[in-house]
């Protein structure tokens, strides 16, 4: 997922006609130059609530929760499985 600002986008435009300018035909532009590379970022889209009380008593947990997006509107749903572990991480 990339999400430009609108500064950023604008900035990139410029840069995208001037590669489009010089045409199609010439070799592949080094990361520095390609107005379409971009570092991967984390984005946040979304957070999803599920209780882990039930760990402390051993019990598992296989639960769908709702993903809820930054408006508070549901965006997705998330199937969760929790397996409580041994103290040595054995199951």
């Not at 590669?19 to 570092?39: E, I, M, N, T």
């Not at 639960?63 to 997006?69: A, M, S, T």
Request: charged share 25%; aromatic share 10%.
């Amino acid at each position: 997922v990339w999400l430009w600002s609108k500064a950023k986008f604008i900035n990139r435009k410029f840069l995208i006609e001037e590669v489009y300018q010089r045409g199609a035909s010439l070799p592949a532009l080094p990361q520095d130059k390609d107005p379409f590379w971009d570092p991967v970022e984390p984005v946040h889209l979304g957070s999803a609530h599920l209780w882990l009380h039930s760990l402390a008593f051993r019990i598992s947990v296989d639960e769908q929760v709702e993903v809820v997006g930054p408006e508070g509107t549901e965006e997705a749903m998330l199937h969760a499985r929790l397996v409580p572990c041994s103290p040595k991480g054995l199951w």
